[in-house]
């Protein structure tokens, strides 16, 4: 799955479509639509992208347009302002194109905007969601509203972490993938953070003393940074708009490293399970708290 250093990669990588029109959308997976397909097409078509943001594992695109009404005869016009709200789930992704050819075989819908150019979603599992939303409504969106801290934004800083971080109980790596607490780190980081961090995936987060909460907060951000240095891990299907795979997956440390050698110490890699999710960690460089 796509996680925060993936998707900050594609948001970048679509900067230069500010300003574009959305000239037309179609589909061949319509269920990803909110709200339905005939309802989302007429609201999205025309209009121009204000803004790309990423929020967690969220890609947000503020749309507007102007609107003409025809009013008791008169006519009005009315700015309103929109966001297509995009997660990816499990295998999504986007690709820039110059025309309507898809540029995989899983590509499920078709952006065409304006300047001549293509913006397809490709989804080989059809997970992703596309959800058309008021500014207002976005707002008070639950999804959005229960996320947690953006790990890489200018008010993280290590007092704000600690302020998060202190109260929770459980173990270490379940804290780091609920979503509530930080947005965007999903397995593969999680268990690079632990690794670099000293820290094992199990240890309980109320035994980490403020020394090991310093390490975490550090590497928390050299591991999401390096991933996006790096345009991201592509384990499964990611790749950026243009097609091409991330190179972070070459110097992972611990994500599914279990029966290999520790890159540190030369111990063998263990796995085990914690919140469903396979976790590998070095049984002597991180120590278990
Ligand atoms: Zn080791």
């Not at 097409?41 to 609107?67: G, H």
Request: hydrophobic share 35%.
């Amino acid at each position: 799955m796509p996680e925060l250093p993936e998707v900050e990669t594609q948001v970048r990588d679509l900067q230069f479509l500010i300003g574009r029109k959305i000239l037309e959308v179609s589909s061949n997976t319509k269920k990803a639509f909110t709200p339905r397909f005939s309802e989302f097409k007429k609201r999205i078509e025309n209009k121009k992208i204000l803004a790309i943001e990423r929020r967690a594992k969220y890609i947000i695109f503020t749309l507007t347009s102007k609107l003409t009404h025809h009013l008791s005869g008169g006519l009005t016009s009315a700015r309103k302002t929109q966001k297509l709200l995009i997660h990816f789930r499990m295998t999504g992704h986007f690709l820039i194109s110059k025309n309507s050819i898809p540029l995989e075989k899983s590509v499920r819908h078709f952006f065409k905007l304006s300047g001549g150019t293509w913006l397809q979603f490709s989804d080989i599992r059809k997970f992703g969601t596309l959800r058309l939303v008021s500014e207002r409504d976005f707002q008070n969106l639950p999804e959005i509203r229960k996320l947690g801290a953006e790990p890489l934004s200018k008010n993280f800083t290590f007092t704000k972490f600690r302020e998060i971080i202190q109260p929770k109980t459980g173990k270490l790596k379940s804290a780091l993938l609920d979503q509530k607490i930080i947005a965007g780190i999903g397995n593969i980081y999680a268990d690079e953070i632990c690794f670099a961090a000293g820290l094992h995936p199990a240890s309980q987060i109320e035994k980490l003393n403020p020394c090991d909460i310093e390490k975490l907060f550090c590497e928390i951000r050299n591991q999401l940074r390096k991933g996006i240095r790096n345009r991201g891990t592509t384990i499964g299907e990611f790749v950026d708009v243009r097609g091409k795979i991330g190179k972070n997956q070459n110097s992972l440390a611990a994500y599914r490293r279990h029966g290999k050698e520790c890159k540190i110490c030369g111990t063998i890699l263990r796995k085990m399970k914690i919140s469903q999710r396979t976790t590998s960690f070095c049984p002597k460089c991180q120590i278990r708290k």
